[in-house]
């Protein structure tokens, strides 16, 4: 059975899973990246579930972010994911991306801001102190450095919380940047932007945070999922985000039916180059066993 089209941003493991019919839960996705150390989100959802019946109030979960952020709350605006930050941004202040390959949202104007994600997606290497942008997108600097965010002065950041606490379904992202450029994406973004539901775990979430531990733990399993594929003969390139590029062309069409997902960088302008998400150690042994039966 043929496997669907690769999507433009990896998570499509759903739809691989019904091609090939199994459970989605019995699919290894590592076609997205997020934070393997993450404490199940699922047991604090379920302890906010009146909240559904409420309409969203954003103060209080904007005041604590910029709280953790170390920034005045005016310059904090809570998105339903980073791609809404992305979006707003763009919307307020255009711009152009630093160099190809770069994250396929991000802006491809002539003119305007520079934006540059950091680390470098897709290669995963953080930014060097010479290098220069307008718009920072922090998605994975937080797993990457163990810190919230590079603290740049006089320019806009776009995160995504989603990352870090591995909850895409929850939709948590934000954008970072002076005040005028808050209030102008603010005025932009539809109200209720964030669900309640979303607004009320975050505290919980922020709680949980322990961005030392995590950094350090998805070093450790980077360095072993890159051992664990070197020693199957595969070519990979490792930077410092949760995730490793490897140099093998039909290796998503050669795993899936094994139980395991992995993006495939034809939309970054890398044919036959495969991104492979940093896993939990069950997932390193998942993986593991996929690759013996290759």
């Not at 930050?85 to 919307?91: C, D, E, G």
């Not at 942008?133 to 797993?143: K, P, S």
């Not at 490792?238 to 939309?267: F, I, N």
Request: glycine share 12%; with cysteine.
């Amino acid at each position: 059975m043929s496997l669907p089209p690769a999507g433009e941003h990896g998570g499509d493991g759903p739809a691989v899973a019904a091609a090939l019919g199994l459970d989605p839960a019995d699919l290894l996705d590592l076609s997205q990246n997020m934070n393997p150390l993450a404490p199940p989100v699922a047991p604090l959802v379920s302890r906010h579930l009146d909240a559904l019946g409420r309409y969203p109030d954003d103060r209080p979960a904007t005041a604590l972010l910029a709280g953790v952020l170390g920034v005045d709350r005016e310059r904090v605006l809570l998105t339903n994911g980073g791609s809404e930050a992305i979006s707003l941004v763009t919307a307020v202040l255009g711009g152009r991306v630093r160099g190809e390959p770069e994250f396929g949202l991000h802006p491809r104007g002539q003119q305007g801001p520079v934006w540059r994600t950091d680390p470098h997606s897709p290669t995963g290497h953080l930014a060097g102190p010479d290098e220069h942008a307008d718009v920072w997108d922090e998605a994975f600097y937080a797993l990457a450095t163990g810190r919230w965010t590079a603290g740049r002065e006089g320019v806009v950041v776009v995160g995504s919380l989603t990352k870090t606490f591995a909850c895409p379904g929850l939709r948590l992202g934000y954008v970072l940047a002076d005040p005028d450029v808050v209030g102008r994406c603010a005025a932009l973004q539809p109200h209720w932007s964030v669900s309640t539901l979303a607004l009320a775990v975050l505290p919980d979430l922020l709680e949980s945070a322990d961005l030392p531990a995590w950094s350090a733990g998805v070093t450790t399993l980077r360095a072993e999922l890159t051992d664990l594929l070197r020693g199957h003969g595969l070519t990979v390139s490792a930077g410092d985000a949760p995730w490793v590029l490897v140099d093998e062309p039909g290796l998503r069409e050669r795993l899936a039916p094994h139980g395991v997902l992995v993006r495939d960088c034809r939309s970054f302008g890398l044919p036959g180059v495969a991104r492979v998400a940093v896993p939990d150690a069950a997932g390193l042994d998942r993986l593991s066993a996929a690759l013996d039966r290759l």
